[in-house]
């Protein structure tokens, strides 16, 4: 399985973009790269997930580089509840993929006023 | 709304109980997954299931174990022999592949 590298904190000031970066060199063509994110207490929710293309949806935008080797997750306006680890993870499709899997301890990111 | 709930919130266990926790879900999902989480740790898996009746065993699934009768529950229970129960549990589900949605966790403290 494709390793995955998050810097482990960040700040982004409320209402500018927040750019999430993380290295995942060893991916396979047939991994998928996923980002979930967690607030304090809470249970992880799931953001947007890509295999090559950018991804866009409600919440975030997904760019992945050409050589599929580092992505990055765009919350275009950041909020303060958007305050919360974010997590990059990448994987094959399939349920049984996922056995196995191992969330690290991902970008804890921290919007201010 | 469909979701998952778990129950309860808080759990308290002294050393040597078994204590289940309970994951519904009403989305219709087939695959349901438990999670263990650490103070300021990722999650690391447990169990999961991908169909009513079957399960597999996760990276640290010692001294835990779980059933999956319904389609719609995955109970977990913490036995005796767990040596360091005490962290946040979550149950989620999806209808395939990753993990979709998480339900809000149950924190169990053992005293």
């Known amino acids: 399985d494709a390793k995955t590298t998050q810097p482990t904190s960040m700040d982004c000031a409320e209402g500018r973009a927040a750019n999430l970066p993380c290295n995942h060199s060893?991916?396979?063509?047939?991994?998928?790269v996923y980002w979930y994110r967690q607030i304090h207490s809470q249970g992880p929710q799931y953001i947007i997930h890509?295999?090559?293309n950018n991804e866009t949806n409600e919440m975030a935008s997904l760019i992945i580089t050409e050589d599929r080797k580092s992505s990055t997750l765009i919350l275009p306006h950041a909020t303060l509840r958007d305050t919360a680890v974010y997590y990059c993870?990448?994987?094959?499709?399939?349920?049984?993929?996922?056995?196995?899997?191992?969330f690290g301890a991902g970008t804890q990111v921290v919007v201010t006023p | 709304d469909g979701g998952i709930t778990q129950s309860p919130k808080y759990l308290f266990r002294k050393e040597g109980q078994n204590v289940t926790l309970s994951c519904e879900q009403n989305?219709?999902?087939?695959?349901m997954y438990w999670y263990r989480q650490d103070p300021g740790q990722g999650l690391r898996l447990i169990y999961y299931?991908?169909?009513?009746?079957?399960?597999q065993k996760g990276d640290i699934a010692e001294g835990y174990s779980v059933s999956r009768e319904k389609k719609e529950s995955f109970p977990l229970t913490v036995t005796s022999a767990q040596k360091n129960p005490t962290a946040f549990y979550l149950c989620?589900?999806?209808?395939?592949?990753?993990?979709?949605?998480f339900g809000p966790g149950t924190r169990l403290t053992v005293l």
């Open positions: 989620a589900s999806s209808d395939s592949g990753a993990p979709r949605i």
């Open positions: 060893t991916i396979s063509g047939n991994e998928y």
């Open positions: 890509g295999l090559k």
């Open positions: 993870i990448v994987r094959v499709a399939g349920t049984d993929s996922w056995g196995k899997l191992q």
């Open positions: 989305l219709n999902h087939d695959a």
């Open positions: 299931s991908q169909i009513v009746n079957d399960f």
